[in-house]
C-alpha cells in the first residue's frame, strides 16, 4: 500500500511516499481503508524538530484521517465492515485523565500516523463518524477538533453567556468559534486579516479584532468587555502571546494553553493569580466521543480551507506552512 513516511526531522524533505505490506487487522482491531486526512500544526512542528526534540524515524504521518471500516478481526463489537470511523489522536488515551504513558503514543509523533491507504488500529481507538458529516470533515476533528473541545469543556467547562477569545484562523480556532459560539458563548475572534475575520464572523464570532490594526489587541479586548476581560481564552500562540492573553482574561478565567505559533518566553505576569493556565494536550477517545455528539446537536461542520490530493500530499504541508490557509488543510483520496 502507499504511505508517507517522516525520515527524520528535516523539513519538507522529511515527508517521503512510500511503500508498506497492506495491515491485517489482529484481534480487536479494524481495519479502515482511509478516504481523506487533515493536516494540523504539529505536523509542521514534527518535520522541523520543533516538537520536544522528537526525530521521527521512518514512522507514518498525520494524527487525523477518516475512511471506512473494510474488515475486523476476532473479538471486535463495536464495528462492523462498512462503518465509517477516525482514528483517535491518541493509541492508549480511553478516557480520564492523562498518563504519562499517554504523552508518547500519540499518532504520527513517535508511533505510526495515519498518512496511509489502509490503517489498523484497536476498535477502542476508533470513533464512529456522524452521519452529516462527510469523511473530509471527519477527518478534520481528531487533533484540532478535540483540542478545541477539551479546552473549552474541561474541567471547568464553559457556560452559555460566558465570553470566549480565540487567537488566529487555524483549525483549532475556527472550532473553537464554532463550538463556543453554539454553546450560548459571546466570541471575540483576532487575526490579522479583514478577509479571514469576516470569514470568522460568519461561524459565529460576536466581535473581531485585526491585530494589525490594534497590535495591543487586549486593550481591545478590554475594551469590548468594559474592563472585565473574557472568561476563556483558547491560546495557540505560545510565548509570543501569552502576556495579552492573559491581560485579556477576566479574574477568575482560564486561558487554554494549546500551541506555539509563536516563540517567546513565558513571562511572570503568566503566573498572575486569580487566572487559570491550562496546558492541553487534544484529548481522550472518551472526549472524541463527546465532541461528535455536541458537533450532531448543533450541526456544525468543520471549515475546510483547501483540499489536495493524496499524491500531492507535500505540496499540503508546504502549503499549510504558508499560513495562507483557513481552517483545515485536507488531503483526500
Known amino acids: 500500500m502507499q504511505v508517507y513516511e517522516l525520515h527524520g526531522a528535516r523539513g519538507l524533505q522529511s515527508v ?26 504539529r505536523d509542521l512542528l514534527i518535520i522541523n524538530n520543533n516538537y520536544g526534540g522528537l526525530s ?15 474488515q475486523v478481526g476476532s ?42 491507504e489502509f490503517v489498523a488500529c484497536d476498535e477502542r481507538h476508533a470513533v464512529r463518524i456522524p452521519d452529516y458529516l462527510s469523511l473530509q470533515e471527519a477527518a478534520c476533528l481528531p487533533c484540532a477538533g478535540v483540542t478545541a473541545y477539551n479546552a473549552l469543556f474541561g474541567p471547568r467547562p464553559l457556560i452559555s453567556g460566558q465570553t ?26 483576532t487575526s490579522s486579516s479583514d478577509e479571514k475575520l469576516n470569514i470568522i464572523r460568519r461561524l459565529g464570532a460576536s466581535e473581531i479584532i485585526n491585530y494589525q490594526t490594534f497590535p495591543e489587541w487586549s486593550d481591545e479586548v478590554l475594551r469590548l ?53 491550562r496546558g492541553i494536550m487534544v484529548g481522550s477517545s472518551a472526549d472524541h466521543e463527546a465532541m461528535n455528539a455536541m458537533l450532531c446537536v448543533h450541526q456544525i461542520r468543520p471549515l475546510i480551507g483547501k483540499v489536495f490530493s ?24
Do not use: C
Not at 497492506?22 to 482511509?34: F, Y
Not at 524515524?57 to 471500516?69: K, M, P, Q, T, Y
Not at 495579552?244 to 511572570?268: D, E, K, N, W, Y
Open 75 to 116: 473479538d471486535v463489537s463495536r464495528f462492523k465492515v462498512g462503518d465509517r470511523v477516525s482514528p483517535t489522536f491518541s493509541t492508549t488515551w480511553i478516557a480520564g485523565g492523562m498518563s504519562a504513558n499517554d504523552l508518547s503514543t500519540s499518532r504520527g509523533g513517535v508511533v505510526d500516523g495515519v498518512l496511509a
Open 225 to 277: 468587555t468594559d474592563g472585565h476581560g473574557v472568561d476563556h481564552v483558547v491560546e495557540v500562540g505560545g510565548g509570543g502571546t501569552i502576556d495579552r492573553s492573559v491581560a485579556s482574561t477576566a479574574v477568575g478565567g482560564q486561558i487554554h494553553m494549546i500551541g506555539v505559533l509563536s516563540t517567546g518566553t513565558l513571562s511572570p505576569r503568566a503566573l498572575i493569580p486569580w487566572r487559570t493556565l
Open 310 to 333: 493524496f499524491g500531492d500530499a507535500v505540496d499540503a504541508y508546504r502549503y499549510l506552512q504558508s499560513a495562507a490557509h483557513i481552517g483545515k488543510v485536507v488531503i483526500e483520496l
Open 164 to 189: 470566549v477569545l480565540t487567537l488566529g484562523t487555524g483549525g483549532v480556532s475556527t472550532l473553537a468559534v464554532q463550538i463556543a459560539s453554539a454553546a450560548g458563548a459571546r466570541v471575540i475572534a
Open 16 to 41: 517521503v511516499a512510500s511503500k508498506r505490506p497492506e495491515p491485517v487487522p489482529l484481534r480487536g482491531q479494524v481495519l479502515i481503508k482511509m478516504r481523506a486526512w487533515s493536516l494540523n500544526y
Open 56 to 70: 521521527p524515524d521512518r514512522i507514518v504521518a498525520l494524527s487525523d484521517g477518516a475512511g471506512e471500516v473494510v
